[in-house]
């Protein structure tokens, strides 16, 4: 019966990766018989698919659940059930219904598959369920999750290739939010392609936190498969025109994976390389596991085996104890490399990190003017170089 369908409303923030994991949940809640809508107004349940990387970013949360809560309370209609998923429920655990009296339900990255259950019960229960929080920690999603077949892109999927992450850069909270790293297994993958193709879909792109660092899952393999052979692999795939991946580690970028990139015709000539900064010394404080020497090469490495590569970037800048020096030497980086496109950050402090046991120490006032300089030069090189082709 159409009209009896409960209407959810999902909004997402953050990264590529929770994008994926919202279409992940949208298809499981209409399988279970809900209705998807753009509309918040008519919603009866929102889900707001929530990223927690930076401050900024769960703060919009809070803002958005403060506006959703006030629009119920002044319709005429019962007040929608409100749900924070992903890694915020991860990060602030039960603590989140302290922090917000809205919230109804919370389910970390991991449980994903479990929100179809947890919704129809609220439903039934009118909302009056126990206020409770699903996590689990780093537990593999079932594998079936994946093979839902529901993109948002008529022609784009993208597909996950691992999750979380075991790098432990000192200022990101990711692995303690999507848990350690876990591979999905290629066969699996390839699978999941092909079903996309048979869907009209055209074009991928991989995720995963650190896809250069990919092995295949599955134990006892003699061979087991890298990344550089996962790219051969979605290559080979009839039907596919072009691929892509996102996010790479320079501890895992190499001179091969680039040769990789050159040959492989449908694989896009892009690669994102967080370099995060250019001073030895706090790139050893972020516990990135790289000098700015090493960076360099593998950039000038990049650019002379791939051709018309695109290499892009992120920056934090403020990071405790960055001095004018330190940063001097990114704003140098930054003038030396010449990438395409940078994304740039102001530090915020995260929980469980081992940056967060540093004062955070640079002010606001020298963060932002930080920002200013290394993103105005960013601009002005980003204009030259598409000028250039
Ligand atoms: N403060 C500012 N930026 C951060 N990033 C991750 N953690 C933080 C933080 N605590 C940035 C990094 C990363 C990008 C996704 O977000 O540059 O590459
Ligand atoms: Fe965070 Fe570092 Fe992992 Fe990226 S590689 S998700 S910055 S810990």
Excluded at 50 to 71: I, L, M, N, P, Y
């Amino acid at each position: 019966m159409k009209e009896d369908k409960k209407k959810v409303f999902i909004r997402t923030m953050g990264c590529q990766m929770n994008v994926r994991d919202s279409e992940v949940i949208g298809w499981l809640l209409h399988k279970a018989g809900f209705k998807l809508t753009d509309n918040p107004d008519k919603a009866d349940v929102i889900i707001l698919n929530t990223c927690s990387v930076r401050q900024h970013a769960e703060d919009k949360v809070w803002s958005e659940v403060g506006r959703f809560k006030k629009q119920g309370l002044s319709s005429k209609r019962a007040a929608p059930i409100i749900g924070i998923v992903g890694c915020m429920a991860q990060n602030y655990k039960e603590h989140i219904f302290e922090k917000s009296q809205s919230v109804n339900f919370a389910v970390g990255p991991q449980d994903i598959d479990k929100i179809p259950d947890i919704v129809n019960t609220l439903v039934k229960d009118k909302g009056l369920f126990e206020r409770k929080i699903w996590e689990t920690d780093g537990l593999i999603r079932p594998e079936e999750v994946y093979h839902t077949g529901f993109y948002e892109d008529k022609d784009h999927a993208y597909v996950v290739i691992s999750e979380g992450c075991e790098n432990f850069c000192s200022y990101c909270v990711v692995p303690f939010v999507r848990g350690k790293l876990r591979h999905r297994g290629h066969k699996e993958i390839i699978k999941e392609i092909k079903n996309a193709i048979k869907k009209g879909i055209t074009r991928i792109t991989l995720l995963g936190q650190n896809v250069n660092a990919y092995q295949s899952a599955i134990a006892g393999r003699k061979a087991p498969a890298g990344f550089i052979e996962l790219l051969k692999m979605v290559n080979a795939i009839k039907g596919l025109k072009e691929f892509s991946f996102v996010t790479s580690h320079p501890k895992d970028a190499s001179v091969s994976l680039f040769k990789a990139m050159n040959e492989l015709g449908k694989l896009k000539k892009y690669l994102h390389l967080p370099v995060q900064s250019g001073s030895t010394r706090i790139l050893k404080l972020m516990n990135r596991n790289y000098k700015p020497e090493t960076y360099l090469q593998l950039a000038e490495d990049y650019r002379k085996i791939v051709k018309n590569g695109v290499l892009t970037t992120d920056i934090i800048v403020g990071f405790p104890t960055e001095t004018n020096e330190d940063f001097q030497e990114t704003y140098d980086l930054v003038k030396k490399v010449r990438f395409n496109a940078a994304f740039i950050f102001k530090y915020s402090v995260r929980p469980h990190t081992e940056a967060s046991k540093l004062v955070d120490d640079v002010p606001k006032e020298v963060k932002q003017r930080r920002h200013g300089l290394v993103l105005e030069l960013q601009k002005k090189i980003s204009r030259e170089k598409s000028n250039e082709k």
